[in-house]
């Protein structure tokens, strides 16, 4: 209709002569525009409504507008919009309850942040602290944010022209499908894995390493789900010379993995945990570390150096409360469980045994990765016009995916229905078939 101004075309014209975007060329930024959206699915303004197999930046776990959280922000929003960190606020002191009724009894105490990368610069920062020891020992394949630290923490690109921390030392994780060891199981991967990051300790000085930090389930770097007993000999290796060990759950944990936090289902209970997307769904920016009893207890009396304006902030922490409250009561996590178990899992199997272009799925839950390969013999990643044409191709026929590198990550929020995650892989299947006819 001619009288109805055109909001998309707005949006993206005052979006490039005006937004700065995140890790791009600015020139070539091409904005999907999103106006609205309910559970998983989103819309424009012109009402084209896509599958939101992204959860945006994987944090929309429980999908769009649930209406419980919507509420309870709109509750507190008319009670008290912002607060002093200082002070004592009933909904914060909730919504660190509810978080740590999710982890381990060793786990006593929360320090909220705005987000994941502030959460692992404050689990470093503790960890040095807490041991007197600088260095860090994290994964190449891993992103944990884009602070001073956590940045340099980071294994991928994204380190590199940023790389001004000091103390950060990077070892190769388990990823058998590119095995960095010469492996042919899952068993020698996390044997010869287990040994390089000890020989890289030994070699270090372990009396200079405070933490092992890693992503439970490294997640832009490929989903890549640890085999069996890595991260317990992770921690093992810690324990062995004194290290923290940090996981991160930023991307993992509230239910992605199908499991409240992703190492509930890998035996091991680590130092300190970092947090953020999923515990409120970003419906208002927030993320945190766990810390166990014996690392908050050293601070008992010594001041941790560290604050925010907005740790816990009233409209982020109704919000947890809001978000974990419905997850438990609506079995979400159940949920993001058993569809990876009986969807995902075996959907995304079949399109590997027919579509050349995947050279491997893998994933739990509500999480998982689509390898693109140009050739299945020499695993040879496809060029980036390849991921871009079944970006193009998913979203012509109404399905937000998620890309990285060669990959098409299925990451959709943890309440999706076995429905529309079938209706959303027979998009990606169609997209995949289109696109390798056209090669
Ligand atoms: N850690 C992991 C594992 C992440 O995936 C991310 C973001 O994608 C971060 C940390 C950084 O979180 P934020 O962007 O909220 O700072």
New binding site residues.
Partial sequence: RADVPDLDARAVALDRAHVFHSWSAQAHVAPFVVAGGRGSTVWDHAGHTYLDFSSQ??NTNIGHQHPRVVEAIRAQAAQLTTVAPSTAHLVRGQAAEAVLGHAPDRFTKVFFTN??????ENAIRLARLHTGRPKVVSHYRS????TGA?VVATGDWRRVPNEYATGHVHVFGPYLYRSEFWASTPQEECERALRHLERVVQCEGPESIAAILL?TVP??AGVLVPPPGYLAGVREVADRYGIVLIL?E???GFGRTGAWFAFDRHDVVPDLV?F??GVNSGYVPA?GVLISDEIAAGFDDRVFPGGLTYSGHPLAMAAVVATLGAMADEGVVENAEAVGREVLGPGLAAIAARQPLVGEVRGTGVFWAVELVADRATRAPVPASVVAAVKAACLARGLLPFVADNRVHVVPPCVVTPDEARQGLAVLDEALTEVTAGL
């Fill in positions: 930046l994987v987000g994941g990368a502030d959460a692992n992103y944990h944010g884009n956590a992503e997640g832009t991160d930023v991307m993992a970092t953020a997307k993320g």
